[in-house]
Protein backbone atom coordinates (compact mmCIF):
# COMPACT_ATOMS: atom_id res chain seq x y z
CA UNK A 1 0.00 0.00 0.00
CA UNK A 2 1.98 3.58 -1.31
CA UNK A 3 0.39 5.64 1.66
CA UNK A 4 -2.23 5.03 4.81
CA UNK A 5 -5.40 5.94 4.37
CA UNK A 6 -6.96 7.88 4.60
CA UNK A 7 -4.98 10.81 3.24
CA UNK A 8 -5.57 14.59 3.50
CA UNK A 9 -3.56 17.72 1.68
CA UNK A 10 -4.61 21.32 1.55
CA UNK A 11 -6.61 22.20 -2.04
CA UNK A 12 -3.41 24.27 -3.06
CA UNK A 13 -1.31 21.27 -2.78
CA UNK A 14 -3.54 19.23 -5.65
CA UNK A 15 -0.35 18.97 -7.49
CA UNK A 16 2.17 18.28 -4.72
CA UNK A 17 3.95 15.00 -4.37
CA UNK A 18 2.73 13.55 -1.02
CA UNK A 19 5.07 12.55 1.57
CA UNK A 20 3.90 10.54 4.52
CA UNK A 21 6.14 10.78 7.06
CA UNK A 22 4.07 10.71 9.79
CA UNK A 23 0.92 9.27 10.34
CA UNK A 24 -1.98 11.02 12.28
CA UNK A 25 -2.29 13.60 14.01
CA UNK A 26 -0.25 14.39 17.72
CA UNK A 27 -2.86 16.31 19.21
CA UNK A 28 -6.02 14.03 17.86
CA UNK A 29 -8.55 16.04 20.70
CA UNK A 30 -10.33 18.71 18.97
CA UNK A 31 -14.33 17.73 18.54
CA UNK A 32 -14.66 18.76 15.36
CA UNK A 33 -12.34 17.43 13.45
CA UNK A 34 -12.60 13.36 12.82
CA UNK A 35 -10.00 13.27 9.87
CA UNK A 36 -7.32 11.38 12.25
CA UNK A 37 -9.61 9.95 14.51
CA UNK A 38 -9.06 6.59 13.27
CA UNK A 39 -5.72 6.58 13.53
CA UNK A 40 -3.00 6.14 15.54
CA UNK A 41 -0.04 9.08 15.84
CA UNK A 42 2.84 7.73 14.98
CA UNK A 43 6.69 9.41 13.68
CA UNK A 44 7.74 6.93 10.53
CA UNK A 45 11.34 5.87 11.12
CA UNK A 46 14.28 7.06 8.43
CA UNK A 47 13.69 3.45 6.69
CA UNK A 48 10.13 3.61 6.58
CA UNK A 49 10.44 7.20 4.69
CA UNK A 50 13.60 5.73 2.52
CA UNK A 51 11.12 2.84 1.48
CA UNK A 52 8.07 4.95 1.12
CA UNK A 53 10.08 7.14 -1.20
CA UNK A 54 11.13 4.36 -3.13
CA UNK A 55 7.43 3.36 -3.96
CA UNK A 56 6.71 7.27 -4.84
CA UNK A 57 9.12 7.22 -7.28
CA UNK A 58 8.25 4.04 -8.97
CA UNK A 59 4.79 4.95 -8.98
CA UNK A 60 4.97 8.58 -10.09
CA UNK A 61 8.41 8.84 -11.60
CA UNK A 62 11.64 11.51 -10.38
CA UNK A 63 9.98 15.24 -11.16
CA UNK A 64 8.48 16.19 -8.37
CA UNK A 65 8.48 19.93 -7.81
CA UNK A 66 6.26 19.92 -5.16
CA UNK A 67 5.92 18.19 -1.97
CA UNK A 68 3.63 17.93 0.91
CA UNK A 69 4.62 16.49 4.11
CA UNK A 70 1.88 14.26 5.75
CA UNK A 71 0.11 13.34 7.36
CA UNK A 72 -1.82 16.40 10.13
CA UNK A 73 0.93 17.27 11.24
CA UNK A 74 4.65 17.24 10.47
CA UNK A 75 5.64 20.11 11.81
CA UNK A 76 5.74 18.30 15.02
CA UNK A 77 8.52 16.12 14.20
CA UNK A 78 12.17 17.44 15.98
CA UNK A 79 13.82 19.80 13.27
CA UNK A 80 17.15 17.78 12.70
CA UNK A 81 14.65 14.43 12.06
CA UNK A 82 12.31 16.84 9.44
CA UNK A 83 15.85 17.98 8.04
CA UNK A 84 16.98 14.48 7.27
CA UNK A 85 13.73 13.55 5.69
CA UNK A 86 13.67 16.18 3.62
CA UNK A 87 16.94 15.86 2.56
CA UNK A 88 15.94 11.83 1.46
CA UNK A 89 12.99 13.61 -0.46
CA UNK A 90 15.73 15.93 -1.98
CA UNK A 91 17.46 13.53 -2.58
CA UNK A 92 15.20 10.76 -4.22
CA UNK A 93 13.41 13.54 -6.51
CA UNK A 94 16.21 16.27 -7.26
CA UNK A 95 13.73 18.58 -8.31
CA UNK A 96 11.97 18.88 -5.08
CA UNK A 97 12.20 22.79 -4.63
CA UNK A 98 8.92 23.29 -2.21
CA UNK A 99 7.66 21.79 0.34
CA UNK A 100 4.62 22.35 2.40
CA UNK A 101 3.20 20.69 5.37
CA UNK A 102 0.00 21.32 7.77
CA UNK A 103 1.24 22.19 11.66
CA UNK A 104 -1.14 23.20 14.69
CA UNK A 105 0.00 25.99 17.18
CA UNK A 106 0.77 22.93 19.69
CA UNK A 107 3.64 21.56 17.33
CA UNK A 108 5.02 24.62 16.89
CA UNK A 109 5.33 26.44 19.90
CA UNK A 110 8.31 24.21 20.08
CA UNK A 111 9.76 25.63 16.96
CA UNK A 112 11.96 29.00 17.22
CA UNK A 113 12.86 31.02 14.67
CA UNK A 114 16.16 29.20 13.74
CA UNK A 115 14.36 25.93 13.51
CA UNK A 116 12.39 27.56 11.38
CA UNK A 117 15.05 29.63 9.11
CA UNK A 118 16.81 25.64 9.13
CA UNK A 119 13.43 24.32 7.52
CA UNK A 120 12.89 27.14 5.14
CA UNK A 121 16.61 27.09 3.70
CA UNK A 122 15.71 22.94 3.21
CA UNK A 123 12.66 23.60 1.47
CA UNK A 124 10.14 24.80 3.00
CA UNK A 125 7.95 27.67 1.92
CA UNK A 126 4.64 27.15 3.17
CA UNK A 127 2.90 26.18 6.82
CA UNK A 128 -0.70 25.54 6.84
CA UNK A 129 -2.52 26.29 10.21
CA UNK A 130 -5.58 25.68 11.87
CA UNK A 131 -6.16 28.96 13.70
CA UNK A 132 -10.13 27.76 13.75
CA UNK A 133 -10.86 30.18 15.81
CA UNK A 134 -9.48 33.73 17.61
CA UNK A 135 -12.41 33.15 20.79
CA UNK A 136 -11.17 31.58 23.42
CA UNK A 137 -14.43 30.41 25.05
CA UNK A 138 -14.92 28.39 21.43
CA UNK A 139 -11.71 27.33 21.19
CA UNK A 140 -12.12 25.73 24.75
CA UNK A 141 -15.42 23.99 23.96
CA UNK A 142 -13.90 22.49 20.96
CA UNK A 143 -11.32 20.90 22.87
CA UNK A 144 -8.43 23.03 21.32
CA UNK A 145 -7.43 26.11 23.43
CA UNK A 146 -4.66 27.93 23.47
CA UNK A 147 -4.95 31.47 24.97
CA UNK A 148 -4.88 34.08 21.75
CA UNK A 149 -2.03 36.12 22.09
CA UNK A 150 -0.16 32.58 22.53
CA UNK A 151 -1.03 31.68 19.05
CA UNK A 152 -0.50 35.15 17.64
CA UNK A 153 3.31 34.93 19.26
CA UNK A 154 4.06 31.69 17.64
CA UNK A 155 2.61 32.56 13.98
CA UNK A 156 4.36 35.73 13.89
CA UNK A 157 7.42 33.19 14.39
CA UNK A 158 6.75 31.69 11.46
CA UNK A 159 5.82 34.90 9.45
CA UNK A 160 9.39 36.07 10.88
CA UNK A 161 11.19 32.99 9.28
CA UNK A 162 9.66 34.28 5.72
CA UNK A 163 7.70 31.37 5.70
CA UNK A 164 3.80 31.49 4.08
CA UNK A 165 1.47 30.97 7.20
CA UNK A 166 -1.77 29.67 5.60
CA UNK A 167 -4.25 29.79 8.24
CA UNK A 168 -8.00 28.46 8.43
CA UNK A 169 -10.98 29.23 10.47
CA UNK A 170 -13.64 27.14 10.91
CA UNK A 171 -17.59 28.98 10.32
CA UNK A 172 -19.63 27.59 12.44
CA UNK A 173 -17.27 26.56 15.07
CA UNK A 174 -18.78 29.36 18.08
CA UNK A 175 -22.66 28.06 17.17
CA UNK A 176 -25.37 29.88 16.66
CA UNK A 177 -24.84 31.46 20.06
CA UNK A 178 -21.50 32.50 19.72
CA UNK A 179 -21.68 33.32 15.84
CA UNK A 180 -20.80 36.76 16.06
CA UNK A 181 -18.11 37.03 18.53
CA UNK A 182 -16.09 33.92 17.05
CA UNK A 183 -16.23 35.87 13.25
CA UNK A 184 -15.01 39.23 14.87
CA UNK A 185 -12.06 37.30 17.33
CA UNK A 186 -10.97 35.33 14.35
CA UNK A 187 -10.93 38.37 12.64
CA UNK A 188 -9.22 40.34 14.70
CA UNK A 189 -6.83 37.44 15.88
CA UNK A 190 -6.18 37.00 11.53
CA UNK A 191 -5.08 41.06 11.94
CA UNK A 192 -2.67 40.51 14.67
CA UNK A 193 -0.59 37.68 12.42
CA UNK A 194 -0.66 39.06 9.51
CA UNK A 195 -0.73 35.72 7.21
CA UNK A 196 0.03 35.51 3.65
CA UNK A 197 -3.11 33.37 3.16
CA UNK A 198 -6.38 32.67 5.12
CA UNK A 199 -9.06 30.17 4.26
CA UNK A 200 -11.99 30.03 5.65
CA UNK A 201 -13.65 25.93 6.37
CA UNK A 202 -16.92 25.54 7.15
CA UNK A 203 -18.14 23.11 10.08
CA UNK A 204 -19.31 19.44 9.06
CA UNK A 205 -20.64 17.86 11.71
CA UNK A 206 -20.51 14.35 10.64
CA UNK A 207 -18.78 12.14 12.76
CA UNK A 208 -18.21 14.97 15.48
CA UNK A 209 -19.92 14.89 19.16
CA UNK A 210 -20.84 18.59 17.74
CA UNK A 211 -23.84 16.97 15.95
CA UNK A 212 -25.30 16.05 18.94
CA UNK A 213 -25.29 20.03 20.01
CA UNK A 214 -28.27 21.93 19.18
CA UNK A 215 -26.37 25.26 18.94
CA UNK A 216 -24.31 23.44 16.01
CA UNK A 217 -26.87 21.66 14.55
CA UNK A 218 -29.06 24.92 14.35
CA UNK A 219 -27.06 26.36 12.37
CA UNK A 220 -27.77 27.47 9.06
CA UNK A 221 -26.93 28.40 6.14
CA UNK A 222 -28.14 31.84 6.38
CA UNK A 223 -25.92 32.05 9.56
CA UNK A 224 -22.91 30.69 7.54
CA UNK A 225 -23.35 33.76 5.04
CA UNK A 226 -23.61 36.82 7.90
CA UNK A 227 -20.62 34.72 10.00
CA UNK A 228 -18.36 34.65 7.03
CA UNK A 229 -19.85 38.34 6.04
CA UNK A 230 -18.43 39.43 9.67
CA UNK A 231 -15.78 37.87 9.27
CA UNK A 232 -14.97 39.29 6.08
CA UNK A 233 -16.12 42.74 7.11
CA UNK A 234 -13.48 43.01 9.63
CA UNK A 235 -10.04 42.16 7.80
CA UNK A 236 -7.42 44.56 7.58
CA UNK A 237 -4.03 42.56 7.11
CA UNK A 238 -3.30 41.88 3.51
CA UNK A 239 -4.20 38.25 3.12
CA UNK A 240 -4.95 36.31 0.23
CA UNK A 241 -8.27 35.26 0.90
CA UNK A 242 -9.69 31.57 0.27
CA UNK A 243 -13.24 29.87 0.92
CA UNK A 244 -13.13 27.58 -2.01
CA UNK A 245 -12.79 24.30 -0.37
CA UNK A 246 -15.17 21.30 -0.43
CA UNK A 247 -16.99 22.49 2.26
CA UNK A 248 -17.85 25.76 1.33
CA UNK A 249 -21.39 26.10 0.08
CA UNK A 250 -20.31 29.08 -2.42
CA UNK A 251 -16.50 29.76 -3.62
CA UNK A 252 -15.27 32.90 -2.54
CA UNK A 253 -11.84 34.02 -3.24
CA UNK A 254 -9.84 37.27 -3.55
CA UNK A 255 -7.25 39.72 -1.36
CA UNK A 256 -8.31 41.26 1.51
CA UNK A 257 -8.66 43.74 2.27
CA UNK A 258 -8.53 45.02 -1.41
CA UNK A 259 -11.16 42.62 -3.03
CA UNK A 260 -13.58 43.40 0.28
CA UNK A 261 -16.66 44.87 -1.49
CA UNK A 262 -16.98 41.98 -4.23
CA UNK A 263 -16.92 39.56 -1.58
CA UNK A 264 -19.27 40.97 0.26
CA UNK A 265 -21.76 41.26 -2.52
CA UNK A 266 -20.83 37.80 -3.70
CA UNK A 267 -21.85 36.52 -0.05
CA UNK A 268 -25.34 39.26 0.10
CA UNK A 269 -26.27 37.73 -2.96
CA UNK A 270 -25.75 34.33 -1.67
CA UNK A 271 -27.64 35.75 1.18
CA UNK A 272 -30.36 36.77 -0.75
CA UNK A 273 -30.69 33.25 -2.48
CA UNK A 274 -30.91 31.64 1.04
CA UNK A 275 -34.04 34.15 1.86
CA UNK A 276 -35.73 33.50 -1.10
CA UNK A 277 -35.31 30.00 -1.13
S1 LIG B 1 -7.99 20.03 13.73
FE1 LIG B 1 -5.80 19.70 13.37
S2 LIG B 1 -4.90 19.55 15.45
FE2 LIG B 1 -7.12 19.20 15.66
S3 LIG B 1 -7.39 16.96 15.55
FE3 LIG B 1 -7.68 17.79 13.47
S4 LIG B 1 -5.68 17.62 12.49
FE4 LIG B 1 -5.36 17.45 14.73
Same mark, same amino acid.
Given at each position: ???????? #??? +???????? &???????????????????????????????????????????? &?? /????????????????? %???? +??? #???????? #??????????? +????? *???? $? !???????????? %????????? $???????????????? $??????? !????????????? /??????? +????????? *??????????? %?????????????? /??????????????????????????????????????? !?????????? &?? &??????????
Amino acid at each position: MLYSEPLF #RPP +AEAHSLIV &QVTEGCAYNRCLFCPMYKGKEFRVHSPAEIAAHLRDLGSVYGPD &QP /RVFLADGDALVMETDAL %LAAM +AKV #RSAFPTAR #RFAAYGSVFSL +AAKSV *EDLL $R !LKAAGLRTVYLG %LESGDEETL $RRVGKYMEAPRMVEIC $RRVVAAG !LNLSVMVVIGLGG /RSRSRIH +AEASARLVN *EIGPSHTSLLN %LLLAHTPLAAEPDY /RDFGLGDYFSETAAFVAAIECRTIFRANHASNPVALEGV !LPRDRGRILA &QI &QAALARCAGA
